[in-house]
């Protein structure tokens, strides 16, 4: 295991400062630093040839779109293949985002209900705090769907669109296992965790696939945890902050790993990456003994920070699929038809098991990234260069 040191000015009184990863939201923004966050249309990955098309004869019918943010690049893609899909079939869409505000949302939902929305989409910041107003929903006969996060607690919901969450988790910890040969290695390698928000069930199910691969390693002594926070409540982010997953990466660096490299973050977002990136450079590490770090959405920003090498890797999650899934549920629930469903068994929401299509996510690369991202044509070698 490589040594270094931070220095003798870092104080070991730092460790009673760490934040709790639950308890500490710090800002609540998501965001990626502005230079490399696209534009809402001009950056986003387009939208496949069926959505590019002219748009259908308009059909009267008008379908609510309930987005968390835009703070998060991910979400703006998201909505936009979202609103082009849906147009091209002549839906009238209103798209809102409600900026990680979970009241917004809320008023934003029964602002759609009252305008005579004929099906919601929503992807929810807190889905415990839509209840009611699903319900209202519901009882205006209006169908929703969930799109990316599933909504708990409720029995309104019809369908839900996503990727398949716990598969997600277990293929960043496949990659962690597979890039340190931890199988057989007689080497160990300290680890430590920034997991997702814990108001969102896909956080949850992440995290759960993550320590299928990893608890036996930690178990084992191969992965040693040196801050000791590995459940899911001792590394949960709230709102996925990544200004909290810095702050808690400069807490661990300056607490535990002054005499020792940290040489893995195993972080569940991007967002979070950018903030493992921002702290580690901060306490002075370099090409040398930059750790593997891991993360989700495959950000074009993540994406560049992969190809220079100070991301390791990224969950790809094609939002244009994901988006035309959805556009394929929400036009089988107003024509009366039934949607295309993968799953009925994992998407227990408290109150039903919510049929589900689930997308496969793929790990990403400095190796593999131009043949998925690039020849996929989700980013242009020119985006990546910029």
């Known amino acids: 295991m490589k040594k270094k040191l931070l220095g003798a000015l870092l104080s070991v009184a730092m460790v009673a400062t760490l934040l709790t990863g639950c308890g500490s939201t710090g800002s609540e923004s998501t965001s990626a630093p502005a230079a490399d966050a696209p534009a809402a249309e001009a950056d986003a990955p387009a939208a496949d040839a069926e959505a590019a098309a002219p748009a259908a004869e308009a059909n009267g019918k008008k379908v609510g779109v309930a987005m968390p943010t835009q703070s998060s690049e991910r979400w703006i893609n998201d909505g936009a293949n979202m609103k082009a899909q849906l147009e091209s079939l002549g839906y009238e869409v209103d798209l ?20 005579g929305a004929n099906c919601l989409v929503i992807a929810s910041i807190d889905s415990s705090a839509l209840v009611n107003v699903e319900a209202q929903a519901k009882e205006a006969g209006i169908p929703i769907i969930a799109y990316d996060r599933l909504l708990m607690d409720t029995d309104a919901v019809s369908y839900y669109a996503t990727f398949d969450n716990k598969g997600v988790g277990t293929a960043i ?17 300290t680890i430590e965790f920034f997991m997702g928000s814990p108001d969102d069930n896909n956080a949850h199910m992440l995290y759960d696939g993550l320590m299928e691969v990893l608890q036996p390693y930690l178990d084992k002594g191969t992965l040693v945890c040196k801050s000791g926070r590995t459940s899911f409540d001792d590394t949960c982010i709230l709102r996925w902050s990544q200004e909290t997953a810095q702050q808690n990466c400069e807490n661990y660096l300056t607490g535990f790993y002054a005499d020792e490299d940290l040489d893995i973050c195993a972080t569940a977002f991007d967002g979070f990456a950018y903030g493992c990136k921002a702290a580690l450079e901060g306490a002075g590490y370099t090409a040398d003994n930059w750790p593997l770090i891991t993360g989700q959405d495959a950000e074009l920003m993540a994406t560049k920070n992969i190809i220079s090498g100070s991301q390791t890797m990224s969950i790809y999650k094609d939002t244009r699929l994901l988006a035309e899934k959805c556009v394929k549920m929400v036009q089988a629930v107003l024509e009366g038809e039934e949607p295309e469903i993968n799953d009925t068994e994992q998407y227990n929401n408290n109150v039903i098991v919510v049929p589900s299509y689930l997308c496969t996510p793929v790990a990403v690369d400095k190796d593999n990234y131009k043949e998925i991202i690039v020849d996929g044509g989700y980013y242009t070698e020119e985006q990546l260069a910029e």
Request: hydrophobic share 30%; glycine share 2%; charged share 30%.
């Open 96 to 115: 809102q985002y409600a900026e990680d505000d979970v009241q917004a949302q809320v008023s934003q939902i029964e602002n759609m209900i009252a305008s």
């Open 173 to 189: 910890g496949k990659y962690i296992e597979e890039k340190k040969d931890l199988a057989n290695t007689t080497e160990t390698y």
